[in-house]
């Protein structure tokens, strides 16, 4: 049990925070030697149980000896989990290299297969002293989909037979030559356990209520086997069932005994597998923690390390070859884990039942097992990958990758993968199509493809087509042009506009694309949102600066305006004046109502991602609402709600405060006898946030699980809840809310951590709250997560935890969720 930070209050007397924490920094705990939170001990728990019965069914698919999927399992937990640079990812026996396993036992026997994993994981340390990790996210996903749909109808057609009774073939041409004398001596007792585990796995994930969403806690793969398990014992089928032989019988690695080329072969095949599979899946696993702040990102080379060390072990030990499996990792970030203890607990209990539970798992029938695997072999050929990989027009890599691994094998069909892959590339850098029309009186030039040097004579031929002084469009439809292609059109476009005639460079979308700036021409090309004070471009030297030129001389503000503005109408008012220009006709209509404070690091447009005519936004010192009645004849507040709700109708009413704000300093060391200044009075409108702050029997707000840096921030938080009251005192918005036609929210922004939170009155018992991400963030995370080894995670992993209750008594009872996109 960890010990907590001491929980900041504030003193309005003495403005001091108790503590020793520094302002805005998170609480620091103290330096433990070792110590598991109990996070990390449910999540290694909630592994463990999909870890099981996926080890078992993997060995099993492999033709290997079943323990060997229980020692990888628990190799792959302590050494990968202690020496990888993936903190959450998990390893273990993994369905992507089921075939290659398969193979490597089918021609040289389990033995020196286990030597072959050893020389793999010696080489997966070479390739990570030589720092060479990254490289292999160079990999087109087209060759990795399409191996993993390859491998994956290998694991389905192979295991089907086990799964109709039989016994499957050592290729996959021969398992379907084999189908149908299969199918004719079919056994029912292994097709009915196979069909209710599969049954099991598609229904457990998607059961309804309350009620469902506490049993999904259970993983549906351990459901599945053990619902099988017990149906064959009560009706006292004769199936074949898991054989665990003694540890002493249990077969290491000897010499490697085969032809070399062979052998070397082999073991390049393992470490390409092994290593693309496991460092995708922490860049995959990366995405999928991207809200939780006190995970590390993963270091590649460590990892592949990590993975090196785990097969040296693992092969040593008599154990299936490991890489990161997806199905754990997935399992373990969604159950809350914060560090890699969990990963190493998995592979405790993982020992822990292999020495205690081998009655229990030799009552296991093979054919639940079968039916396991054969499930995570179909869903490895992914719908969303096929939508991907046509969206981007490489199904022919894919196509050409999927087959080669069927028919070939998987280091065969990964190369020609590549080499498809290579001369796809070529031929679209070569292959450039250039049109020239006319319609209306405009000229239309149309080049579709890369304009590359070797588009140029094309290019100029047609843009030499247009008569002087005519009106040309310019349209490129390609995402790339190297300096031969970029100086003939701008070539071109100068003589063009010099003879009288006109030119609008476009993309494929019809948007402007504005013209670059040349290194002489006035202007900047800093990068978006950069500070004036970290601007690097020269002074304007054109009369484009105008009526500015003299401010510009009195200091440096005035030129920088008229540096943002110049910057403002060459790049930016091009991009923007038909939106404008349609709002200006229309009139305004924003959804959102966005008071906030008036602090210059808030850029709201920034931090919502918002554009013209989206938010109605109000700023004042603190993101105070007064009162109504309280402004002493000071109404823009209430003008501005009262205009927003009545007037433009919106939805919705955001109050958004911020880190270190500067009102909320003021408010706690003004003292409330001195002389009244403007401030002063204005702030007083902050007193019932604070009194709020000071009051010991309300339960504070807290930040993505955690308490208040220091009293700034908790006054901070408190305000926002404090304001969202006095909104609902303004006679329009209690009217809309009334009605159902306005919502409220709360949104705090870190400015140090450049992070927004949302306020939600959720909250479960004991004021304990979880971590709630972005949903741009999950949804990219999930489909990395499917981009890697097993894309069974949403049947097999079910769900982390219950959903908390759906509202709270008290809405002092709030937390601030991590919404990191």
């Known amino acids: 049990m960890s010990t907590c930070a001491p929980t900041p209050t504030i003193d309005p007397d003495s403005n001091v925070t108790e503590g020793d924490h520094q302002p805005h920094s998170p609480p620091v705990e103290p330096r433990r030697r070792f110590h598991v939170s109990a996070d990390d001990l449910s999540a290694s728990i909630a592994v463990f149980l999909i870890a099981l019965p996926l080890s078992l069914g993997i060995a099993l698919a492999t033709g290997a000896p079943l323990q060997a999927g229980l020692v990888a ?21 993994a369905a992507g290299l089921t075939v290659v396993t398969a193979d490597l036992i089918h021609q040289y026997g389990w033995r020196t297969t286990c030597a072959i994993t050893v020389l793999a994981g010696l080489s997966q340390l070479g390739l990570a002293h030589l720092r060479v990790a990254r490289s292999a996210l160079a990999v087109s996903p087209a060759i990795v ?5 390859g491998i994956g109808v290998t694991i389905a057609v192979a295991q089907l037979h086990i799964v109709l009774g039989g016994t499957p073939q050592s290729s996959v041409s021969a398992n379907v030559a084999a189908l ?20 099991l796995l598609l229904v457990w994930p998607r059961l309804p209520g309350r009620v469902g969403r506490q049993l999904r806690i259970v993983p549906a793969a351990l459901v599945a086997v053990a619902g099988a398990t017990v149906a064959a014992m009560a009706a006292g089928l004769s199936l074949p069932k898991v054989e665990l032989p003694s540890w002493r019988s249990h077969a290491l690695a000897g010499l490697p005994e085969g032809p070399t080329l062979g052998l070397v072969a082999a073991v390049l095949t393992t470490t390409l597998v092994c290593s693309v599979q496991s460092l995708l899946g922490a860049v995959a696993v990366d995405k999928l923690a991207a809200g939780q702040t006190d995970v590390r990102r993963s270091d590649l080379d460590r990892e592949l390390r990590g993975q090196g060390a785990a097969n040296v072990v693992s092969g040593a030990l008599g ?132 304009l590359t040097f070797l588009a140029v004579p094309r290019l100029s031929r047609a843009l030499h087509q247009i008569p002087q002084g005519a009106t040309a469009v310019v349209e490129l439809d390609g995402s790339f042009m190297d300096h031969a292609a970029y100086e003939s059109l701008q070539d071109w476009q100068h003589a063009h506009r010099a003879r009288g005639g006109s030119v609008e460079i476009t993309s494929r979308a019809g948007t402007h694309i504005a013209e670059p700036v040349g290194t002489t021409a006035a202007g900047c090309r800093c990068r978006p949102w950069t500070p004036w004070r970290n601007h690097q471009c020269e002074a304007p030297a ?15 503000s005035g030129h920088q305006l008229a540096r943002g503005i110049s910057a403002f109408q060459r790049n930016t008012a091009p991009l923007v004046r038909d939106e404008l220009a349609r709002l200006a006709r229309e009139g305004q209509q924003p959804s959102q109502l966005f008071l906030t404070c008036a602090d210059s690091r808030l850029v709201t447009s920034m931090i919502t991602s918002s554009g013209p005519g989206d938010l109605f936004v109000v700023r004042n010192v603190g993101n105070l609402v007064p009162l109504p009645g309280e402004e002493s004849g000071d109404d823009s507040v209430s003008a501005a709600i009262e205009y927003a709700v009545d007037v433009l109708h919106v939805r919705s009413i955001t109050v958004c405060g911020h880190s270190g704000c500067g009102a909320m300093q003021a408010l706690l060391k003004a003292d409330p006898h001195g002389t009244q200044t403007p401030l002063k009075r204005w702030l007083r409108h902050g007193r019932p946030s604070l009194d709020r702050a000071t009051d010991k029997n309300r339960t504070w707000a807290r930040l993505a699980g955690r308490e208040p840096a220091d009293a700034v921030e908790q006054l901070c938080l ?27 929210n709360g949104m705090y922004f870190h400015v140090g951590e450049a992070q927004a939170y949302l306020l939600t009155e959720e909250a479960s018992d004991g004021g304990v709250f979880d971590r709630v991400t972005g949903t741009t963030a999950a949804e990219a995370a999930t489909e990395a997560t499917e981009a890697t080894a097993e894309p069974v995670v949403r049947t097999m992993a079910g769900t982390a935890g219950p959903a908390g209750p759906a509202g709270s008594a008290d809405p002092a009872e709030t937390v601030l969720h991590d919404t990191r996109t």
Not at 183 to 190: D, E, S
Not at 544 to 551: C, D, K, L, N, Q
């Open 180 to 199: 149908p004398a299969q199918l004719a001596r079919l056994q029912p007792a292994a097709v009915a356990m196979s069909t209710l585990t599969l049954v």
């Open 718 to 744: 408190t305000n926002v809840i404090q304001q969202l009251e006095h909104l609902r005192a303004h006679d329009s918005v209690a009217r809309a809310l009334r009605e159902g036609a306005l919502q409220l």
């Open 145 to 149: 989909h399409g191996m993993l749909a």
């Open 542 to 556: 054109t009369p484009t600066a105008g009526i500015w030129v003299e401010e510009a001389a009195e200091g440096p």
């Open 73 to 93: 399992a628990a190799v792959g937990g302590l050494v990968a989990g202690r020496l990888g640079g993936s903190p959450l990812q998990v390893s273990g026996p």
């Open 319 to 450: 154990g299936l070859p490991i890489a990161g499996v997806a199905v754990r990792s997935t399992a373990n970030v969604r159950a809350g884990a914060t560090s890699r203890n969990s990963t190493m607990l998995h592979g405790v209990w993982v020992v822990a039942a292999t020495l205690l539970l081998v009655p229990a798992l030799e009552l296991i029938p093979l054919a639940a097992l079968a039916a396991l695997v054969m499930a995570v072999g179909i869903q490895m050929v992914s719908l969303h990958h096929i939508r991907t990989v046509t969206r981007h027009r490489e199904v022919l890599v894919y196509v050409v990758t999927t087959h080669g691994v069927i028919l070939l094998g998987v280091l065969e069909g990964v190369a020609i993968g590549i080499a498809v892959a290579i001369g796809v590339a070529l031929h679209r850098l070569t292959r450039t199509r250039i049109t020239h029309e006319k319609r209306e009186g405009v000229h239309h030039v149309h080049a579709r493809g890369q």
